[in-house]
Nanobody
Framework: QVQLVESGGGLVQAGGSLRLSCAASARAFSNYAMGWFRQAPGKVRECVSAISRSGGSTYSADSVKGRFTISRDNAKNTVYLQMNNLKPEDTAVYYC?????????????????WGKGTLVTVSS
């Protein structure tokens, strides 16, 4: 069982930045591909960014490409999401997720464990 705890959400003005962190309880954190997903009210949960077990491969959705960066520190059992130039449409609950699959995993079905989420609100 892997427990994931997100932090770093909050209220920010458009154009601002936030860094989300996700701390994992996994004994072998490097055995999990990780992802950040978000869900806005009335919308489906979507993958924002994802990263492979080693951190050597990453994915970013077109809507955040060039603004969001995912990274991980396997020694600290933590994955990060640096979010710059935030827009009101980025407002959502952001979830961290872990997958036992190899490669970069971008689907909700591919994830095995989920955090409870952290709210990001971007005001215009």
């Amino acid at each position: 069982q892997v427990q994931l705890v997100e932090s770093g959400g909050g209220l920010v003005q458009a154009g601002g930045s936030l860094r989300l962190s996700c701390a994992a309880s996994a004994r072998a954190f490097s055995n999990y591909a990780m992802g950040w997903f978000r869900q806005a009210p009335g919308k489906v949960r979507e993958c924002v960014s994802a990263i492979s077990r080693s951190g050597g491969s990453t994915y970013s959705a077109d809507s955040v490409k060039g603004r969001f960066t995912i990274s991980r520190d396997n020694a600290k059992n933590t994955v990060y999401l640096q979010m710059n130039n935030l827009k009101p449409e980025d407002t959502a609950v952001y979830y961290c997720a872990a997958s036992r699959l190899f490669g970069v995993v971008t689907t909700t079905d591919g994830m095995d464990y989920w955090g409870k989420g952290t709210l990001v609100t971007v005001s215009s």
